[in-house]
């Protein structure tokens, strides 16, 4: 696995992220790319990584690089990704995989021919006891499930003076909450349970039509510190926040809210699982414990303690009880899982990431959601 070589494709918020936890795992990352040269010889430097590139054909065409990850604006993703496949190289690319789902469903059938790893880093699922989760669900501790609901809530676009290349339709995808923390949510649940969601109905709503956008360009959750100058008025269409009523295949009902002007709520996924034995509760602002509800004896919360957890749990939690573990081990855990994969060389075994498969569904179920938003009726996914 150590000697495997990596480029980063995108120098934002997500790039020096996958390059920190990447190192912790013993990756070598060989090279990265920004927005252009400038940019490129900038995060180089300051990550101290070898190769700035110019160009992301010459990315493409260093036969050193055996792996990309893709951490540039949604738009890119697509044509990013079928290139670098096409170029023989394993894909790990941010959510969302695409911006629609004739681009995902090509993604999905390009990635079964080229026989190699490719992933969507819904790192989220990593958390030692979300791992613990699915495997207390499948266990069968909670027996039938009923219903899962909960939200993903942020509020660092609060404000009309709120900016960043995540708001624009044309850089993101027509629904952005949805899309860009709504699909974790999602891809969380249905990975924990194993059910996969059928139908939505959902109402979202663009609290700002109109924000005030910087005159140059604004990292993502950087509104709060960075001192802004000029602005120019720009039309918003996509959702600051919204509710989506879901219906399970197994028949569980569910809804989902999710915000990014929820005052105080800095990055908060919370869920509540409901089966016919026991109920669970978890929130990533408190992500180290996970309360299991019981109806004939008292709840319990299990702390995240690998002397407590399952072989499954066990097997992304790298620091003993007590010590905390958070947003930047769930990449590490992420990665871990991808790269031993690539480096076992079976790719015909279960694949232990989110892959374009799910990456795809995650676009399906933005599509049907925003259509029923637009439509006011419940709307079926289609199943891809
Ligand atoms: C911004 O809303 C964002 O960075 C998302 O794009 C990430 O996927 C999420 O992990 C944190 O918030």
Redesign the pocket.
């Known amino acids: 696995m150590n000697n495997i070589k990596t480029a980063i494709i995108g120098a934002g918020?997500?790039g020096p992220a996958h390059t920190e936890a990447l190192r912790r795992i013993g990756i070598n990352v060989a090279g990265i790319l920004g927005v252009d040269e400038a940019e490129s010889n900038k995060a180089a430097a300051s990550l101290g990584i070898p190769k700035a590139y110019k160009s992301w054909e010459a990315v493409l065409k260093d036969t050193d690089i055996q792996v990309v990850h893709i951490t540039t604006p949604n738009k890119l993703h697509y044509r990013m990704a079928k290139e670098a496949l096409n170029a023989g190289k394993h894909v790990l690319c941010?959510?969302p995989l695409a911006m629609n789902s004739k681009e995902s469903g090509e993604l999905v059938e390009l990635a079964k021919k080229s026989g190699l790893a490719a992933g969507v880093n819904y790192?989220?699922r990593f958390y030692p006891l979300c791992v613990e989760a699915k495997n207390m669900v499948a266990a069968g501790q909670l027996g039938d499930i009923y219903s899962i609901v909960g939200s993903y809530v942020?509020d660092?676009l609060l404000f009309p003076t709120d900016y960043n290349w995540?708001v624009l339709a044309e850089e993101g995808g027509a629904t952005r909450a949805i899309a860009?923390?709504g699909t974790?949510w999602l891809d969380m649940v249905q990975n924990i349970t194993g059910l996969k969601v059928v139908a939505v109905c959902a109402d979202l709503k663009i609290v700002h039509p109109i924000r005030k956008r910087p005159k140059g360009e604004v990292e993502?959750?950087s509104g709060k510190v960075q001192q802004i100058q000029a602005t120019e008025d720009v039309k918003i269409t996509t959702e600051d926040c919204g509710t989506v009523l879901l219906r399970f295949n197994n028949g569980a009902k569910g809804n989902l809210w999710v915000s990014?002007i929820t005052a105080g709520r800095k990055?908060c996924l919370r869920f509540e699982i409901s089966g016919s034995k026991k109920a669970l509760y978890w929130n990533s602002e408190t992500p180290n414990e996970i309360w299991v509800g019981a109806r004939e004896k008292a709840n319990d919360l299990l702390l995240k303690d690998p002397g407590l957890l399952s072989e499954a749990g066990r097997s992304v939690a790298s620091y003993p009880g007590g010590h905390n573990e958070g947003?930047p081990d769930s990449f590490k855990q992420c990665f871990k899982k991808f790269y031993t994969y690539i480096a076992t060389g079976d790719f015909n075994a279960p694949k232990p990431f989110a892959t374009f498969e799910d990456g795809h569904h995650e676009i399906l179920l933005c599509e049907a959601i925003h259509k029923s938003h637009l439509e006011g009726k419940w709307v079926e996914v289609i199943q891809g």
């Open positions: 918020f997500m941010e959510k790192n989220m942020q660092w995540r860009d923390i974790h993502t959750f990014q990055n947003y």
